[in-house]
């Protein structure tokens, strides 16, 4: 257990700290970068940093529910999952730079909230933890949908960043209902979109 604790804090430094680095090429690196005014800027690379908060969080839920899984395929699914969401990391990041953004300064928090919430839903056994998953990233994908009506549409760029996010938060949602993911109850459901948008809101600013 101290292993695991030790390893979980560098997991957290390394994330919530370091710059995230991507094995896959950054989706629309070899697209122009469009003409955009300093509102559109400021604009997209808030979406961003948004989106940014969202891989943070999703890093954090994901040792959380593997840390308290004992089911050695889940655990394998959830850092595979892990893995993608780093790329996501870097690709936002990246972005935000490119934009003249910056980062969430509340990042800690949001770690440390949304780790907290994995551990708890992995405490209700597997099938509540998978269903946790997929439904985390289902409105994930719905959060990602509505940033491409949002951000500028000549900004292809960012557009192509946000378009393989969804494509890859699909296939996680997909993986954990194969795995076994039960259907939450629709409170919770509704719990997790209230957090959600309080967080997007605040993010979008801070």
């Known amino acids: 257990m101290l292993d695991q604790l030790i390893i979980g804090f560098d997991k957290a430094l390394r994330t919530v700290f370091a710059n995230a680095h991507t094995v896959r090429p950054t989706p629309g690196e070899q697209l122009p970068e469009a003409e955009l005014s300093d509102e559109e800027k400021r604009h997209a690379a808030a979406l961003m940093r948004v989106n940014h908060c969202g891989e ?23 850092e595979s999952a892990a893995h993608e969401e780093t790329e996501h990391l870097a690709w936002t990041e990246r972005r935000i730079a490119e934009l003249g953004g910056r980062k969430s300064l509340l990042n800690p928090v ?11 839903a992995a405490r209700f056994g597997d099938g509540v933890n998978l269903g946790f998953l997929a439904e985390t ?39 954990a209902v194969r795995l076994g993911a039960v259907e939450l109850p629709m409170p919770v459901k509704s719990a997790m979109r209230a957090t959600s948008k309080v967080m997007t809101g605040i993010a979008y600013w801070v």
């Open 56 to 78: 943070i969080c999703a890093q954090a839920l994901y040792q959380g529910q593997a840390l308290m899984s004992k089911d050695e395929g889940i655990k394998r699914a959830l």
């Open 110 to 120: 949001w770690y440390t909230g949304s780790l907290a919430i994995g551990m708890l």
């Open 137 to 175: 990233e289902r409105q994930v994908e719905s959060h990602l949908k509505s940033h491409l009506d949002r951000l500028p549409p000549q900004d292809q760029r960012s557009r192509e960043i946000v378009e393989q996010m969804k494509t890859d938060e699909v296939a996680h949602a997909e993986t």
